[in-house]
Structure formats: C-alpha cells, structure tokens
C-alpha cells in the first residue's frame, strides 16, 4: 500500500501563478484534509472533505480551493499564488472522523 | 478557536536519558493524539488517547489523556539518537460531519549520542 501520495513533492511559483497539487490515497478512507505547516506555526487545517463530492473550510481557507470528484483523491488549487502562499502542505486521509490520520510527505512550494 | 499550548518548544538530551512533553488546552478534546515528525516526512500517528485518564504505551513511548480532558503529556524513556524529531500534539472533537485535529506548535527533540 502506498497510502498517501502527494504530487509534486518540490514546486516554485511567480507570484500570480496558479497550480494544483494532487493527494491520492489507496486506502478507501472517507475524509481528507489539506493542512499547511509553517515554521513555529504548526500545521493548519486549509480544507478538509467528510466524503466524495463534499469539501468545507477549515481555519486557513482564503486563496485556495479544493475539490473531490473521486473519493481517492483531493485537489487543492491555488489560482493566484501569493508569496505568504510558501509554505510545506500536508494532505492527510482518515477512515472516520474520530480516528487518527495518516498523512502524506509534503509539497514544499515556493512563491517568489 | 481553539488553541494547543505544547512544551517545551525543544528539547537538546543526551542518549538514555527520559523525555516529557505536554500540551494545554483552554477547551475540551474527546481525543488527543500524538505525532513524530522528521525531517521530509509528514507526522507518523504516534499513540491516539479517547478517553479521560487514558494511559497509553507504544513501545518506549507513554502517553495519558488528562483527566480534565484539557492536557496530554508523551513520555519517552531511555531516549535514543532515532528519536530525534518534532513530536506534535493534536487535540479532535468529533461531532456530526465534522472533526478535524487541532495541532500544537510542536517539540523539537535533539538527543546528543
């Protein structure tokens, strides 16, 4: 099992460029959450989904959208990256809402 | 919102000696859940605590859900140079469609062989 993958792992943006990053979990979870981590800042919840076709706001939403066509991946999109946009971003997948969850490697994005 | 006040920020041990850490919480958490995190990774699920006055092992690792349900701490005895990381604390409470993790801002773990 790969668990979660994220896709890419490294990227580098101008600033008012936009991009997606993947996340794609083979292991037949209902939630996934987009989190951002940022130095003495810890992770922040962006947008998370309980189910195909749901996404909600978590506490970091503004500037980014989401969206989960398939139940085994969630797309996050940035359509006019900022450079406070930098950041490393987690996704993370979980079988019920109540249980741990088991996140991917990180993108690291750069915005210049 | 809530917020997670974890401590100490970093810790810098020498190899055998016994690690704690804790996190507070102005609310409380149905769940609290410990991760590690090294570097290039995402955080790796730890020891997860649902109920109140919990103690939970995993392997050299302890872990106690406060009766208060407002801390946790982790416990980690004869430390060792692979447990070098940032260990995070994460405090959920699930209700209806929603439940997602609340992090602390982390512990960073250095252990001088």
């Known amino acids: 099992n790969a668990g979660v993958t994220q896709t890419p792992k490294f990227r580098v943006l101008k600033t008012g460029q936009s991009m997606t990053l993947l996340c794609a979990q083979d292991?037949?979870?209902?939630?996934m959450y987009w989190y951002r981590q940022d130095p003495g800042m810890g992770l922040r919840l962006i947008h998370y989904?309980?189910?195909?076709?749901?996404?909600a706001k978590g506490e970091v939403p503004d500037g980014y959208n989401v969206s989960r066509l398939k139940k085994q991946n969630f797309l996050l999109g940035l359509e006019s990256a900022a450079p406070s946009q930098t950041s490393v971003y987690f996704c993370?997948?979980?079988?019920?809402?109540?249980?741990?969850?088991?996140f991917g490697s990180g993108t690291r994005l750069t915005v210049v | 919102g809530q917020q997670l006040n974890q401590s100490p920020q970093s810790m810098f041990i020498q190899e055998g000696e016994d690690v704690s850490m804790n996190c507070t919480s102005s609310?409380?958490?149905?769940?609290w859940l410990w991760y590690k995190q090294e570097p290039g990774e995402g955080p790796v699920l730890l020891i997860a605590?649902?109920?109140?006055?919990e103690l939970t092992s995993n392997g050299r690792l302890t872990a106690q859900f406060g009766i208060t349900r407002k801390d946790s701490f982790l416990n980690i005895s004869a430390s060792i140079p692979s447990d070098v990381g940032i260990y995070f604390c994460?405090?959920?409470?699930?209700?209806?469609?929603?439940?997602?993790?609340?992090f602390g801002k982390g512990t960073k773990l250095s252990v001088k062989p």
């Open positions: 993370a997948s979980s079988a019920r809402g109540d249980y741990g969850y088991t």
């Open positions: 292991m037949n979870h209902e939630y």
């Open positions: 989904s309980v189910g195909e076709g749901t996404t």
């Open positions: 609310s409380i958490f149905n769940t």
């Open positions: 605590l649902y109920k109140a006055g």
């Open positions: 994460a405090g959920m409470n699930y209700g209806g469609s929603q439940g997602n993790l609340i």
